[in-house]
């Protein structure tokens, strides 16, 4: 059970243990420094001031049952690497910009993005239970772009003047980083927009910080007019071992729709058995593959790119190896398309 804090002390800092969600708790208590992970992990402060300088970008933020699924002592370890900064993050490389989806040209009204036809994104919070290194927002200006605390009246107005809409899409950061009260207020007022069907929720924290997924976060989720439908983010199939799974098997029990995106990443799951050992451990918690996501051309995430012409072999292996429901889309945003541009499957002709 959730306990409502007294007015003006809504932010779990200032409440007390005993009012403060377990999963806030555990959020409070993630890795946020560099040294810290080394330690933790054993490995040689050798590889501290690379850390560093990409933490001074971007600062290092890191679960505790997130790095409890790491493997100590291996310095390429695919979980740590996701999350792991370097100095790498300070190369300035020719195509790599700091919003290369084009979001900043796309706000419709304060923290909604609509882009798409019939869905838009809402804004939630800039906030994420982990900081991972190549994530296309790390420079994304949320202060600015994000509805106020409890203040999402300009975006349901937004929202509730476009019939076309049937779709909303929490996303963030993390929408799950708010509270259940704070959500549970937002998807009240979204499914009293009679035009709407579904609210989906892309959200990495049932994956990197299983406490999320409680009773108050499953009683609200499991309710209500709107289908909802969950957009996990797993990049690894590990990420989808304990405690993840059994969190997992609670969101699919309460009859929510569980889809996953991954991103694809050198030196992470860029090779066909990672790939198909990653669906196939989804497929078991009842998560069905939804992207497979060329990088976004970030700044700072280079290291992690894998070239078009691999992508296209993994993808095609990946057929060849999975049954079709199996199979990830592999899309690429591309700045001003009408929806995710879609790889060719067929082969090439290069
Ligand atoms: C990815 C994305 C969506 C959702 O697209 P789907 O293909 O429905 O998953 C919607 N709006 C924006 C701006 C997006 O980037
Ligand atoms: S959880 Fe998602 S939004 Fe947050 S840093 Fe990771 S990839 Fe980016």
Same mark, same amino acid.
């Given at each position: 059970?959730?306990? *409502? ?28 420094? /560099? ?15 690379? !850390? ?57 009204? /304060?923290? =909604? ?5 019939? *869905? ?22 949320? !202060? ?8 999402? +009246? ?39 927009? /009679? ?17 999320? =997924? ?24 590990? +990420?989808?071992?304990? /405690?993840?799974? !059994? ?30 050992? #990653? ?33 296209? !072999? #993994?993808?095609?292996? #990946? ?7 199996? =199979?990830?889309?592999?899309?690429? +945003? ?10 060719? #499957?067929?082969?090439? *002709?290069?």
């Amino acid at each position: 059970m959730i306990t *409502r804090a007294p007015r003006g002390t809504q932010s779990s800092t200032t409440t007390g243990p005993r009012t403060t969600p377990l999963w806030q708790q555990a959020l409070a208590r993630a890795i946020k420094d /560099p040294e810290t992970l080394l330690q933790r992990l054993g490995l040689p402060s050798t590889s501290l001031p690379s !850390a560093q300088a990409g933490h001074r970008l971007f600062r290092t933020r890191i679960p505790e049952s997130y790095l409890a699924r790491m493997r100590p002592g291996n310095p390429d370890d695919p979980l740590l690497r996701q999350v792991m900064p370097r100095n790498e993050e300070t190369h300035e490389l020719p195509g790599f910009v700091s919003d290369p989806v084009g979001d900043h040209d796309a706000l419709a009204a /304060p923290g =909604v993005v609509h882009k798409y036809h019939g *869905r838009a994104l809402l804004l939630t919070t800039g906030a994420c239970a982990i900081h991972c290194r190549y994530c296309f927002r790390r420079e994304f200006d949320y !202060a600015e772009h994000n509805p106020a605390q409890d203040d999402w +009246e300009p975006a349901l107005d937004y929202i509730a003047g476009h019939p076309e809409l049937h779709e909303i899409i929490l996303s963030g950061g993390d929408p799950l980083a708010l509270s259940d009260v704070r959500l549970k207020r937002l998807a009240d007022r979204l499914a009293a927009i /009679p035009h709407l069907q579904r609210l989906r929720i892309h959200t990495r924290l049932p994956v990197v910080l299983p406490e999320r =997924v409680d009773d108050a976060l499953l009683t609200w989720l499991g309710q209500g007019r709107l289908q909802h439908v969950l957009v996990l983010h797993a990049n690894h199939p590990r +990420e989808f071992a304990a /405690p993840a799974d !059994a969190a997992l098997r609670r969101l699919q029990a309460a009859g929510i729709t569980l889809l996953n995106q991954a991103v694809l990443l050198a030196g992470v799951n860029d090779d066909v058995e990672t790939l198909v050992e #990653l669906q196939e451990a989804g497929f078991r918690l009842g998560v069905l593959p939804y992207y497979l996501h060329q990088l976004d051309r970030t700044r700072g995430t280079a290291h992690f790119e894998v070239p078009d012409a691999r992508a296209h !072999a #993994l993808y095609q292996a #990946l057929h060849a190896r999975l049954p079709g429901y199996l =199979v990830p889309r592999l899309a690429r +945003e591309i700045s001003g398309a009408p929806g995710k541009t879609l790889l060719a #499957l067929f082969p090439g *002709r290069e």
